[in-house]
C-alpha cells in the first residue's frame, strides 16, 4: 500500500468553549479526488486551515507523505505543495492577472527587480494549460466574470506544480456553464496526477468527479465511502443523521454492503 | 394543551431588562474621574482645591459636551466627524459678525438661528459626502476642518470681534451667566443635550438604526433601515451640537477670535472614545460620552494649569525662593491629548478583550494566564471601506489612447494645461527663471511628502501626520543646533531619527496592533506638533550655522562656498537649480524604481489590493505598511530638515496644512483612498498641480482699469480643500465607478428600448 500524500490522525481544535474539531481523521492518497461535505459548521473549512497551517492545531498529526508537519501559515504548506483556493478566491482586483498568477512569488531579476517578460510568458502558459481563455494577461482581475477570477485562483494554485490543490465551496457562486468548465478543469487535473480535495455542498458535483467523500458532523467524523459504491441518498443521511458509529472507513463500508 | 404550551401564560412580573443607559463602564469612569480630581487637589490645591475650579471645569464640559453628544451618533454608526471644532469656530465667528455692531449688527435672534442654519448645512456637506457620494468619512470631515478654519481666518483676518457694549441689551446672552442658582446656564443646556441624546440612542427607532447601521451597514440595509439618512441623520446631528457649542462660547464671551475651537475635535472624539464608544461603530453611549468630556477637560484642565513649584533665583549674591508655576507650553498639551486619543482606541479591545488585567493578575500570583476574549485579532480592524472597481477599458491600446487610460494621465494633462494658463494670464512673468526656480522651491516640499504617501495610500493605509512631522523634524533639527550646540551633521541625523521613530511608532500601531491608519496618524498628527512645539517652547529659532543653511540653497551658491564659480550655461542651471530639487528627483528616482519594478512595489499593491489575499500568498503585509509608513515619516523628517535650512529659522507652525496637500497631490496623481494604486510619476505630476494651482491663485492679476488683485492665503487653502475633495470624488466616480460609461450605457438601453416598443407599436 502506498503512503497517502495527506494524513491527518487525531485533529483536536477549540475556539474558547467551542469544540470545533474533535479526534478528526483525514488521508488522501496522490491523484485522488476527495469530497469532504458535512452540514454548516460541520469543520470542514477548519480542518482544511489546520492543514494549510492557517489555524494552528491543538491535538493530532498532519503528516505530508508520511512526515509529520507543524505549519505556522498557508504559505509554508504551499512550499510543500499543498494550495488552497478559497471560496472568495482571494486575489487583489487592482492587480492583473499575470501579477496574481505570480501573487507574492513573482520572478525576480538581479535579485531585485521584477521580471516582468517571465512573469508573464509563464502567466500564458500557465492559463493554456488549464484550457482557459482570458483575454489578456494584463487585464485587471476586478474587471474579470466570477468564473474567469476563479480561473486565475486556479492557475495561481497549478502554476507551481502543487501535489495537493484544496478546492473551498468552488461552484458555490459559478453559472452552470462556468461549474461545468471548472469540473473539466477538475478531471484534467487528475490526470496529471494531483490530488484534489473539494469541500462543498453539491453532492452531484462530488458525485460527478469524486473518487471518495468523507462527511463530518459537528466537528466528528461520521461517515467516509467510495463513490462508486455509495449513493447521493445514503450520504445525505450520513450527513443528517450520522453518527460516530457510521463512520466507517470506506473499505470496511465497501466489504460490509458487499 | 399545545396551543397554551406555544402561547405561554402572561407573565406575572415585569422581567427585568438590561440598562440601556448606563453601565459599568461609566460607573469605572466615574470612579476615575474623583480619583484624577484628588490629585489635581493634591498636585495644585491653589486651583483645583476651591468650588470654582469645580464650576470652571463643569462649564468648559459643558460645551465638549454638547458636542460629544452629538460626536456619539455619528462614532456610533462607524464615521468620524473631524469637522466639529472648525464648525464651532465657523459658528462663533458667523454670529459674531452677524451681530456686531461693526459689522452686519442684526438682533441676537436672528444671527442666532442663521447660525443653527449654517451648523446644519455643514452637516448636511458632510453627510453627502460620506453617505451619498462615498467619500471616506475622515478624509471629507478633514478637508471640513482645513476649509472652514480657513474661511474662519479669511472673515476675521486673524482679529478679534468683540461686542460687550450691545450685548446688555439681549436676552440670548444669559445663556452664558451664572444663574439664580449659582451654576453657569451651560450647564443647564448640556444636560438637556445629554438626557435628550442618551434617550433618543438608548431608546428610540432612531439609536436603535444608529446601532444598527454601524453594527452592519449590509445587515441595516437589507433590514429596510434608510442606512444613508440614518449616516448623515448623525452628521446633521453632530454639526448641530456643534453649532450649539459654538453660541455658547460667544454667549459666554461677548466677542470671537480666529482661534475658538482649534482642535476641539481632538477632544470630543477622546471623550467618546473613553466613553466606550468603539471607532469600529455599534458601540457607545451618550452618558459615557458626556462623562468622557467631563474627563478629557479635567486631564485638559490639570495639563494646562501647571503645577506650582518655587524656584530659587539669585539677585545680587542672594538667594530668594520664587513661586513659579511649571506649566507646558502652549501648544504641548495637543501631544497629551492625541496620546490620550490612541491609548482611549485601544483600551477597549486590548484592554479589555484581551483581558490584560486578568492576565496581570495571573502572571502575579504565577497561575496560568487566562485565554483572552477574543483570540482572532483586534475587531477594530475592517475598518476599510469598499474595494475599487474600475475595468479593463485600456487594455490593447496604444500610443495616446493608452496614455488616456492611465490612471496619472488627468494629473499630467492637468500640470501641462496649468502651466500654459500661468504663461497666459502674466507672459511678463511667468515663464522667468526667477519665477521657475520658486515653483521648484515650492514643489520639492510637497512632492517629498507625496512620495512617502503613495507608498502608504497605495498600501491602502493614510497618514494624516506629514505636516506634522516635518515639524518636528524641522524643530529637533533646530533645537539640537540652538540648544544642544550640536554640528549640522548630527541635527541632521537626529532629525531624521526623530522622522523615523514617528513612523515606526504609526506602522507599530496600524499594522501590528491592528488600529485604523487614519486614527493612528491622526493621534501623531496631535503628538508630532506639540512636541515641536513643546521643543521650542513656541518660540520661533533661527540663525543656525551657515553649512546647515546650504541644504537650502541653490547650486551656485553651493558651489561657490567650496571655491568653484560656475560659468555661462552651467551658472544659469546652477542657479534654478538648487539642493534641495536635486535630493527630490534622487530620492524620486529611487521610489519610483522600488514602486515599479521591484518585487517590493509589488508587495505594497498586493497589500493595499486585499490584504488577505496577499498575505495567504506569504507576503508579510504587516512588514510592507510598517516601512511604507516608516518611510513616509522619513520623507517628512527630510522635508522639515529642508525647511528649517531654506528659511533660516524654525517655526512651530511649519508644515500645517501640508498633509491636506500631499493627500490631493497622490489621488489627482492616480492614487486611490481605498489603496492599490498610485505611482510616483503621477504624484510628482499631482504635486506639481498643487504647487501650480497655489502659484496660479497667488499671481498677481491686473485687471483693464488698471487695478490689480492677489487671493489671501486663507482663501486659497480654503480653495485647496475644495481641490482635495473634487479629487478624491472624482477618483471614486470617475476612474473606480465609471460613471460616465454607465451612463452612457443607460441612455442606450433607455433609446434602445424606446426603439423597440416603437418597432412593435408599428408592427402592431
Same mark, same amino acid.
Given at each position: 500500500?502506498?503512503?497517502?500524500?495527506?494524513?491527518?490522525?487525531?485533529?483536536?481544535?477549540?475556539?474558547?468553549?467551542?469544540?470545533?474539531?474533535?479526534?478528526?481523521?483525514?488521508?488522501?492518497?496522490?491523484?485522488?479526488?476527495?469530497?469532504?461535505?458535512?452540514?454548516?459548521?460541520?469543520?470542514?473549512?477548519?480542518?482544511?486551515?489546520?492543514?494549510?497551517?492557517?489555524?494552528?492545531?491543538?491535538?493530532?498529526?498532519?503528516?505530508?507523505?508520511?512526515?509529520?508537519?507543524?505549519?505556522?501559515?498557508?504559505?509554508?504548506?504551499?512550499?510543500?505543495?499543498?494550495?488552497?483556493?478559497?471560496?472568495?478566491?482571494?486575489?487583489?482586483?487592482?492587480?492583473?492577472?499575470?501579477?496574481?498568477?505570480?501573487?507574492?512569488?513573482?520572478?525576480?531579476?538581479?535579485?531585485?527587480?521584477?521580471?516582468?517578460?517571465?512573469?508573464?510568458?509563464?502567466?500564458?502558459?500557465?492559463?493554456?494549460?488549464?484550457?482557459?481563455?482570458?483575454?489578456?494577461?494584463?487585464?485587471?482581475?476586478?474587471?474579470?466574470?466570477?468564473?474567469?477570477?476563479?480561473?486565475?485562483?486556479?492557475?495561481?494554485?497549478?502554476?507551481?506544480?502543487?501535489?495537493?490543490?484544496?478546492?473551498?465551496?468552488?461552484?458555490?457562486?459559478?453559472?452552470?456553464?462556468?461549474?461545468?468548465?471548472?469540473?473539466?478543469?477538475?478531471?484534467?487535473?487528475?490526470?496529471?496526477?494531483?490530488?484534489?480535495?473539494?469541500?462543498?455542498?453539491?453532492?452531484?458535483?462530488?458525485?460527478?468527479?469524486?473518487?471518495?467523500?468523507?462527511?463530518?458532523?459537528?466537528?466528528?467524523?461520521?461517515?467516509?465511502?467510495?463513490?462508486?459504491?455509495?449513493?447521493?441518498?445514503?450520504?445525505?443521511?450520513?450527513?443528517?443523521?450520522?453518527?460516530?458509529?457510521?463512520?466507517?472507513?470506506?473499505?470496511?463500508?465497501?466489504?460490509?454492503?458487499? | 394543551?399545545?396551543?397554551?404550551?406555544?402561547?405561554?401564560?402572561?407573565?406575572?412580573?415585569?422581567?427585568?431588562?438590561?440598562?440601556?443607559?448606563?453601565?459599568?463602564?461609566?460607573?469605572?469612569?466615574?470612579?476615575?474621574?474623583?480619583?484624577?480630581?484628588?490629585?489635581?487637589?493634591?498636585?495644585?490645591?491653589?486651583?483645583?482645591?476651591?468650588?470654582?475650579?469645580?464650576?470652571?471645569?463643569?462649564?468648559?464640559?459643558?460645551?465638549?459636551?454638547?458636542?460629544?453628544?452629538?460626536?456619539?451618533?455619528?462614532?456610533?454608526?462607524?464615521?468620524?466627524?473631524?469637522?466639529?471644532?472648525?464648525?464651532?469656530?465657523?459658528?462663533?465667528?458667523?454670529?459674531?459678525?452677524?451681530?456686531?455692531?461693526?459689522?452686519?449688527?442684526?438682533?441676537?435672534?436672528?444671527?442666532?438661528?442663521?447660525?443653527?442654519?449654517?451648523?446644519?448645512?455643514?452637516?448636511?456637506?458632510?453627510?453627502?459626502?460620506?453617505?451619498?457620494?462615498?467619500?471616506?468619512?475622515?478624509?471629507?470631515?478633514?478637508?471640513?476642518?482645513?476649509?472652514?478654519?480657513?474661511?474662519?481666518?479669511?472673515?476675521?483676518?486673524?482679529?478679534?470681534?468683540?461686542?460687550?457694549?450691545?450685548?446688555?441689551?439681549?436676552?440670548?446672552?444669559?445663556?452664558?451667566?451664572?444663574?439664580?442658582?449659582?451654576?453657569?446656564?451651560?450647564?443647564?443646556?448640556?444636560?438637556?443635550?445629554?438626557?435628550?441624546?442618551?434617550?433618543?440612542?438608548?431608546?428610540?427607532?432612531?439609536?436603535?438604526?444608529?446601532?444598527?447601521?454601524?453594527?452592519?451597514?449590509?445587515?441595516?440595509?437589507?433590514?429596510?433601515?434608510?442606512?444613508?439618512?440614518?449616516?448623515?441623520?448623525?452628521?446633521?446631528?453632530?454639526?448641530?451640537?456643534?453649532?450649539?457649542?459654538?453660541?455658547?462660547?460667544?454667549?459666554?464671551?461677548?466677542?470671537?477670535?480666529?482661534?475658538?475651537?482649534?482642535?476641539?475635535?481632538?477632544?470630543?472624539?477622546?471623550?467618546?472614545?473613553?466613553?466606550?464608544?468603539?471607532?469600529?461603530?455599534?458601540?457607545?453611549?451618550?452618558?459615557?460620552?458626556?462623562?468622557?468630556?467631563?474627563?478629557?477637560?479635567?486631564?485638559?484642565?490639570?495639563?494646562?494649569?501647571?503645577?506650582?513649584?518655587?524656584?530659587?533665583?539669585?539677585?545680587?549674591?542672594?538667594?530668594?525662593?520664587?513661586?513659579?508655576?511649571?506649566?507646558?507650553?502652549?501648544?504641548?498639551?495637543?501631544?497629551?491629548?492625541?496620546?490620550?486619543?490612541?491609548?482611549?482606541?485601544?483600551?477597549?479591545?486590548?484592554?479589555?478583550?484581551?483581558?490584560?488585567?486578568?492576565?496581570?493578575?495571573?502572571?502575579?500570583?504565577?497561575?496560568?494566564?487566562?485565554?483572552?476574549?477574543?483570540?482572532?485579532?483586534?475587531?477594530?480592524?475592517?475598518?476599510?471601506?469598499?474595494?475599487?472597481?474600475?475595468?479593463?477599458?485600456?487594455?490593447?491600446?496604444?500610443?495616446?489612447?493608452?496614455?488616456?487610460?492611465?490612471?496619472?494621465?488627468?494629473?499630467?494633462?492637468?500640470?501641462?494645461?496649468?502651466? !500654459?494658463?500661468?504663461?497666459?494670464?502674466?507672459?511678463?512673468?511667468?515663464?522667468?527663471?526667477?519665477?521657475?526656480?520658486?515653483?521648484?522651491?515650492?514643489?520639492?516640499?510637497?512632492?517629498?511628502?507625496?512620495?512617502?504617501?503613495?507608498?502608504?495610500?497605495?498600501?491602502?493605509?493614510?497618514?494624516?501626520?506629514?505636516?506634522?512631522?516635518?515639524?518636528?523634524?524641522?524643530?529637533?533639527?533646530?533645537?539640537?543646533?540652538?540648544?544642544?550646540?550640536?554640528?549640522?551633521?548630527?541635527?541632521?541625523?537626529?532629525?531624521?531619527?526623530?522622522?523615523?521613530?514617528?513612523?515606526?511608532?504609526?506602522?507599530?500601531?496600524?499594522?501590528?496592533?491592528?488600529?485604523?491608519?487614519?486614527?493612528?496618524?491622526?493621534?501623531?498628527?496631535?503628538?508630532?506638533?506639540?512636541?515641536?512645539?513643546?521643543?521650542?517652547?513656541?518660540?520661533?529659532?533661527?540663525?543656525?550655522?551657515?553649512?546647515?543653511?546650504?541644504?537650502?540653497?541653490?547650486?551656485?551658491?553651493?558651489?561657490?562656498?567650496?571655491?568653484?564659480?560656475?560659468?555661462?550655461?552651467?551658472?544659469?542651471?546652477?542657479?534654478?537649480?538648487?539642493?534641495?530639487?536635486?535630493?527630490?528627483?534622487?530620492?524620486?528616482?529611487?521610489?519610483?524604481?522600488?514602486?515599479?519594478?521591484?518585487?517590493?512595489?509589488?508587495?505594497?499593491?498586493?497589500?493595499?489590493?486585499?490584504?488577505?489575499?496577499?498575505?495567504?500568498?506569504?507576503?508579510?503585509?504587516?512588514?510592507?505598511?510598517?516601512?511604507?509608513?516608516?518611510?513616509?515619516?522619513?520623507?517628512?523628517?527630510?522635508?522639515?530638515?529642508?525647511?528649517?535650512?531654506?528659511?533660516?529659522?524654525?517655526?512651530?507652525? !511649519?508644515?500645517?496644512?501640508?498633509?491636506?496637500? !500631499?493627500?490631493?497631490?497622490?489621488?489627482?496623481?492616480?492614487?486611490?483612498?481605498?489603496?492599490?494604486?498610485?505611482?510616483?510619476?503621477?504624484?510628482?505630476?499631482?504635486?506639481?498641480?498643487?504647487?501650480?494651482?497655489?502659484?496660479?491663485?497667488?499671481?498677481?492679476?491686473?485687471?483693464?482699469?488698471?487695478?490689480?488683485?492677489?487671493?489671501?492665503?486663507?482663501?486659497?487653502?480654503?480653495?485647496?480643500?475644495?481641490?482635495?475633495?473634487?479629487?478624491?470624488?472624482?477618483?471614486?466616480?470617475?476612474?473606480?465607478?465609471?460613471?460616465?460609461?454607465?451612463?452612457?450605457?443607460?441612455?442606450?438601453?433607455?433609446?434602445?428600448?424606446?426603439?423597440?416598443?416603437?418597432?412593435?407599436?408599428? !408592427?402592431?
Amino acid at each position: 500500500m502506498t503512503t497517502p500524500i495527506i494524513a491527518m490522525r487525531g485533529i483536536v481544535k477549540t475556539f474558547g468553549a467551542v469544540q470545533a474539531l474533535r479526534d478528526v481523521n483525514l488521508h488522501l492518497m496522490p491523484g485522488e479526488i476527495l469530497g469532504l461535505v458535512g452540514d454548516n459548521s460541520a469543520g470542514k473549512s477548519t480542518l482544511m486551515k489546520v492543514l494549510t497551517g492557517a489555524y494552528t492545531r491543538d491535538g493530532g498529526d498532519v503528516l505530508v507523505n508520511g512526515e509529520i508537519t507543524h505549519f505556522k501559515s498557508p504559505h509554508e504548506s504551499r512550499d510543500l505543495g499543498i494550495e488552497m483556493i478559497y471560496q472568495d478566491f482571494a486575489l487583489c482586483g487592482n492587480m492583473d492577472v499575470g501579477q496574481n498568477i505570480f501573487l507574492g512569488r513573482w520572478p525576480k531579476r538581479f535579485g531585485l527587480f521584477v521580471d516582468r517578460p517571465k512573469m508573464y510568458e509563464e502567466a500564458r502558459a500557465v492559463l493554456s494549460r488549464l484550457k482557459v481563455d482570458v483575454n489578456s494577461v494584463f487585464q485587471k482581475v476586478e474587471s474579470l466574470s466570477g468564473g474567469r477570477q476563479q480561473s486565475v485562483a486556479i492557475a495561481r494554485a497549478i502554476s507551481f506544480n502543487p501535489k495537493v490543490v484544496i478546492f473551498d465551496e468552488p461552484t458555490a457562486n459559478l453559472s452552470v456553464m462556468a461549474t461545468e468548465r471548472l469540473l473539466e478543469t477538475m478531471s484534467e487535473l487528475k490526470r496529471q496526477g494531483v490530488a484534489q480535495i473539494i469541500i462543498s455542498h453539491r453532492l452531484t458535483d462530488i458525485f460527478e468527479v469524486g473518487d471518495r467523500i468523507m462527511v463530518l458532523k459537528r466537528g466528528e467524523n461520521v461517515g467516509d465511502r467510495y463513490i462508486a459504491h455509495t449513493t447521493e441518498r445514503e450520504v445525505l443521511e450520513l450527513i443528517v443523521s450520522g453518527t460516530p458509529e457510521t463512520a466507517l472507513t470506506a473499505e470496511e463500508a465497501m466489504k460490509k454492503a458487499a | 394543551m399545545s396551543l397554551e404550551m406555544t402561547a405561554g401564560p402572561p407573565p406575572s412580573r415585569r422581567v427585568k431588562l438590561p440598562p440601556q443607559l448606563l453601565g459599568s463602564w461609566e460607573a469605572g469612569m466615574l470612579v476615575f474621574m474623583a480619583f484624577l480630581y484628588l490629585a489635581g487637589v493634591l498636585i495644585n490645591p491653589a486651583f483645583f482645591g476651591t468650588t470654582d475650579a469645580i464650576s470652571a471645569v463643569l462649564r468648559d464640559t459643558a460645551r465638549f459636551g454638547v458636542m460629544a453628544v452629538g460626536m456619539t451618533f455619528v462614532i456610533v454608526n462607524r464615521d468620524l466627524d473631524l469637522s466639529v471644532g472648525s464648525t464651532l469656530g465657523l459658528v462663533a465667528v458667523s454670529f459674531s459678525i452677524l451681530f456686531a455692531p461693526t459689522h452686519l449688527n442684526l438682533d441676537a435672534g436672528t444671527a442666532m438661528l442663521i447660525c443653527i442654519g449654517l451648523g446644519l448645512l455643514v452637516g448636511l456637506i458632510n453627510g453627502l459626502l460620506v453617505a451619498i457620494l462615498r467619500v471616506p468619512p475622515f478624509i471629507a470631515t478633514l478637508t471640513m476642518l482645513f476649509i472652514g478654519r480657513g474661511v474662519v481666518l479669511g472673515l476675521t483676518g486673524g482679529k478679534t470681534i468683540s461686542y460687550e457694549i450691545k450685548a446688555r441689551d439681549y436676552g440670548f446672552f444669559a445663556f452664558g451667566e451664572t444663574n439664580a442658582l449659582g451654576f453657569n446656564n451651560q450647564i443647564l443646556i448640556f444636560l438637556v443635550f445629554a438626557i435628550a441624546g442618551a434617550v433618543l440612542l438608548a431608546k428610540t427607532r432612531i439609536g436603535y438604526e444608529t446601532y444598527a447601521t454601524g453594527g452592519n451597514d449590509q445587515a441595516a440595509q437589507y433590514a429596510g433601515i434608510n442606512t444613508r439618512w440614518v449616516r448623515i441623520r448623525a452628521f446633521l446631528l453632530s454639526s448641530l451640537c456643534a453649532a450649539v457649542a459654538g453660541l455658547m462660547n460667544v454667549a459666554q464671551d461677548k466677542g470671537v477670535t480666529s482661534q475658538y475651537g482649534q482642535g476641539a475635535e481632538l477632544i470630543v472624539i477622546a471623550a467618546v472614545i473613553v466613553g466606550g464608544a468603539s471607532i469600529a461603530g455599534g458601540r457607545g453611549r451618550v452618558l459615557g460620552a458626556c462623562l468622557g468630556a467631563a474627563l478629557v477637560v479635567l486631564i485638559d484642565k490639570v495639563l494646562r494649569e501647571g503645577v506650582p513649584t518655587t524656584r530659587v533665583i539669585d539677585v545680587g549674591g542672594v538667594k530668594m525662593e520664587v513661586a513659579a508655576m511649571a506649566q507646558l507650553p502652549p501648544g504641548a498639551v495637543p501631544a497629551f491629548l492625541g496620546l490620550l486619543l490612541l491609548g482611549a482606541v485601544l483600551l477597549e479591545p486590548v484592554v479589555v478583550r484581551g483581558n490584560v488585567l486578568g492576565r496581570l493578575k495571573a502572571w502575579l500570583l504565577r497561575q496560568e494566564a487566562p485565554a483572552s476574549h477574543d483570540s482572532g485579532g483586534i475587531a477594530i480592524v475592517g475598518v476599510k471601506t469598499m474595494g475599487a472597481a474600475s475595468d479593463a477599458r485600456g487594455v490593447g491600446l496604444r500610443g495616446f489612447r493608452a496614455f488616456l487610460h492611465r490612471r496619472d494621465a488627468a494629473a499630467i494633462i492637468l500640470m501641462v494645461v496649468l502651466w !500654459a494658463a500661468g504663461f497666459w494670464l502674466r507672459p511678463d512673468f511667468w515663464g522667468s527663471l526667477d519665477n521657475s526656480f520658486n515653483l521648484l522651491l515650492a514643489f520639492t516640499e510637497i512632492g517629498l511628502l507625496s512620495l512617502g504617501l503613495t507608498y502608504v495610500i497605495a498600501n491602502g493605509d493614510i497618514d494624516l501626520s506629514v505636516g506634522s512631522v516635518l515639524a518636528l523634524s524641522g524643530a529637533v533639527a533646530a533645537f539640537t543646533m540652538k540648544e544642544l550646540g550640536g554640528d549640522p551633521a548630527t541635527a541632521v541625523v537626529l532629525a531624521l531619527a526623530a522622522g523615523v521613530a514617528c513612523g515606526l511608532f504609526n506602522g507599530w500601531l496600524t499594522a501590528k496592533i491592528g488600529m485604523p491608519a487614519f486614527v493612528a496618524t491622526l493621534g501623531m498628527f496631535y503628538i508630532a506638533r506639540g512636541l515641536a512645539a513643546w521643543l521650542v517652547s513656541g518660540r520661533q529659532l533661527s540663525a543656525f550655522p551657515e553649512t546647515y543653511n546650504l541644504l537650502g540653497r541653490n547650486l551656485s551658491v553651493v558651489l561657490e562656498s567650496f571655491g568653484i564659480h560656475a560659468t555661462g550655461t552651467f551658472a544659469a542651471v546652477a542657479r534654478a537649480v538648487s539642493v534641495q530639487t536635486l535630493f527630490l528627483a534622487v530620492v524620486a528616482g529611487i521610489a519610483a524604481v522600488v514602486l515599479g519594478a521591484t518585487s517590493f512595489g509589488q508587495k505594497v499593491y498586493a497589500t493595499g489590493g486585499n490584504e488577505r489575499a496577499a498575505s495567504y500568498a506569504g507576503i508579510n503585509t504587516q512588514r510592507v505598511r510598517l516601512l511604507s509608513l516608516v518611510f513616509s515619516s522619513l520623507c517628512a523628517a527630510a522635508a522639515g530638515v529642508i525647511y528649517v535650512a531654506y528659511y533660516r529659522s524654525f517655526n512651530p507652525a !511649519a508644515g500645517q496644512l501640508r498633509e491636506l496637500d !500631499a493627500i490631493a497631490s497622490v489621488i489627482i496623481g492616480g492614487g486611490s483612498i481605498f489603496g492599490g494604486y498610485g505611482t510616483i510619476i503621477g504624484s510628482l505630476a499631482g504635486a506639481a498641480v498643487i504647487t501650480l494651482i497655489r502659484a496660479l491663485l497667488s499671481l498677481q492679476i491686473f485687471m483693464s482699469d488698471g487695478s490689480s488683485f492677489v487671493m489671501p492665503q486663507h482663501w486659497m487653502n480654503v480653495f485647496i480643500g475644495l481641490i482635495l475633495l473634487a479629487a478624491v470624488i472624482g477618483d471614486i466616480w470617475l476612474r473606480q465607478n465609471n460613471i460616465v460609461s454607465e451612463w452612457k450605457r443607460r441612455r442606450q438601453a433607455r433609446a434602445q428600448a424606446r426603439h423597440d416598443t416603437r418597432a412593435t407599436g408599428v !408592427a402592431a
